[in-house]
């Protein structure tokens, strides 16, 4: 495994974390929105080694980062409820789909068949996952159930040696990404988050409706789903 990477996304580090990851590797990276644990989709040891570090039940899921659609085809088996055209109007951006995952998707990712996938806003991060060749697992750092950690030195801290720490300029936002789910007959937003769903806000789409009991906190997005 290659030594511990740090610094900003530059593009002479990208190509080392690239390689690191795409070994098997685990590394801390900035999202659109708040630092996460990321490693290779294809990695099941790196996915039970990230769910170690978070100390997360097995059926749990996590976030998938595509580099584009066409990535994120590779996962999804259909997009019902008009997701292709309302996420087509906002990805790249910090919104997560769940949708009806392809057969061969690991249960460790695709908990009942449902996926979670997101195009990143972040161009640097977009790269990255394209230089891998598939999706990213993408979480949030910090202990599940606990607040997500903002700064990579307490990150350093908190979880010590990590094939990467990838810091970024300026400070981090606390504010997840949205969550909708789009598997049912009409989109469901499960969590507020960085995008903000007003109707008509997306080309006149409507909004979708608000899961009942959901909210706009960072932890558990629902009971039945978790990411």
């Not at 790196?46 to 059926?59: E, F, N, W």
């Not at 908990?111 to 195009?119: I, L, M």
């Not at 936002?173 to 769903?197: C, E, K, N, Q």
Request: proline share 7%; charged share 20%; with cysteine.
């Amino acid at each position: 495994m290659a030594p511990e990477l740090r610094g900003l996304l530059t593009r002479s580090l990208a190509a080392r974390v690239a390689a690191a990851l795409a070994a098997g590797g685990v590394a801390v990276l900035p999202t659109d929105t708040i630092y996460g644990f990321h490693c290779a989709a294809s990695s099941a040891g790196a996915v039970k080694r990230i769910r170690a570090l978070k100390r997360r039940a097995s059926r749990s899921g996590f976030v998938l980062l595509a580099a584009d659609a066409a990535m994120a085809e590779r996962i999804v088996a259909r997009w019902p409820g008009g997701a292709r055209a309302i996420l087509a109007r906002i990805w790249p951006g910090p919104l997560t789909a769940l949708l009806p995952a392809r057969k061969g998707v690991p249960p460790a990712l695709a908990p009942r068949g449902v996926v979670a996938v997101r195009v990143p806003g972040r161009a640097d991060l977009r790269a990255l996952v394209a230089a891998i060749g598939e999706p990213l697992v993408s979480t949030s750092v910090n202990v599940s159930g606990g607040r997500p950690l903002a700064r990579i030195a307490d990150i350093e801290r908190s979880f010590p040696g990590l094939d990467a720490y990838v810091s970024k300029r300026g400070r981090t936002s606390r504010i997840p990404s949205t969550i909708v789910d789009f598997t049912g007959d009409a989109p469901a937003l499960v969590r507020s988050g960085a995008i903000r769903w007003r109707e008509g806000v997306f080309g006149g789409l409507r909004a979708p409706r608000r899961r009942e009991g959901s909210g706009g906190q960072s932890g558990n997005p629902s009971k039945r789903r978790s990411r």
